[in-house]
């Protein structure tokens, strides 16, 4: 089987699989694993190098109000790949190219590969979602292995304890984002209490008013598509303009490899989170306010 995988999460997922010699195709993004980088490109970003969060935010905003699009797919590639199936996403247009990108291209070419689209909301999708990899290619075994170690995570009805650390994390910086999809389940998987963002909902714009009155714990820096130097580079940032609530301390995560990718590396993420909770100061986790 030929793959071409437009998404980092489903490239990572079909190497976990065992299945990354048939991986002939990925995007810019794919760096995990290693070996992934050797796969052709066949899409990129139409962002400018060099922008600052703000930067970011505010170009992403301008073209995707004007309709212009984020991503570029390489048609050529794709056509000399000859791919039988194709992996990608419906999920947020700020991520990746969509499924309809991938079926006009398709079409236009002449291509007669499947195309599975992925389109997560929660842990419970992200098991899901690797799970129907693995049916599709022969991997059910590995798949339920691998979808099980997510499924793990997923919070009791019971929600976090009374006494759980109250956590804001910050998906964006500036403007400051909180949460949707499966990071608040994350926090609470870790022993925390997501106090800004909605679990399974889409990421909201918020303000420092709105991170102050959460009264957290802790603040998790971790701006979607960065690594862990790059959020801490950001976290510094905050800190140095004194807008994050006083005396909080921050903790860096590497938002692109285990938290802003469906994939299986949220369970990294979710065991790194873990280990900052245990380290908060314990007078203060010990008179939090509830």
Do not use: N
Not at 60 to 89: F, H, K, M, P
Not at 222 to 246: K, N, Y
Request: aromatic fraction near 4%; proline fraction near 7%; glycine fraction near 10%.
């Amino acid at each position: 089987m030929r793959i071409v995988s437009l998404l980092p999460s489903t490239t990572e997922i079909l190497f976990a699989l065992g299945v990354g010699d048939d991986v002939v195709g990925v995007t810019f993004e794919c760096d995990h694993p290693e070996e992934a980088r050797t796969r052709r490109v066949v899409s990129g970003t139409t962002m400018p190098a060099g922008l600052d969060p703000a930067g970011i935010d505010a170009w992403v905003s301008a073209a995707t109000a004007a309709g212009e699009d984020l991503y570029t797919l390489d048609a050529g590639a794709l056509a000399d790949l000859d791919a039988d199936l194709v992996l990608t996403q419906d999920l947020c247009a700020v991520c990746a190219i969509d499924v309809d990108t991938v079926d006009a291209a398709l079409d236009h070419l002449g291509c007669r590969a499947e195309v599975l689209s992925f389109d997560p909301h929660t842990l419970a999708e992200i098991a899901e979602s690797i799970r129907t990899i693995g049916a599709r290619v022969g991997r059910e075994e590995a798949a339920d292995e691998l979808a099980g170690t997510v499924e793990a995570l997923q919070p009791g009805p019971a929600g976090p304890a009374e006494d759980a650390a109250r956590v804001v994390v910050l998906e964006w910086t500036d403007p400051p984002y909180a949460p949707g999809h499966w990071i608040p389940e994350m926090v609470e998987a870790a022993g925390g209490r997501c106090v800004l963002g909605t679990a399974g909902q889409k990421s909201v714009r918020v303000t420092w008013e709105d991170v102050a009155a959460a009264r957290p714990d802790l603040v998790v820096v971790a701006p979607c598509g960065f690594d862990r130097a790059g959020a801490q580079a950001q976290a510094d940032a905050l800190e140095a303009a004194g807008v994050l609530p006083t005396g909080v301390p921050t903790y860096a995560v590497d938002a692109d490899g285990h938290w802003a990718r469906p994939g299986p590396r949220v369970v990294e993420g979710v065991a790194d989170l873990r280990s900052a909770l245990a380290r908060l100061d314990p007078v203060r986790a010990g008179t939090r306010s509830r």
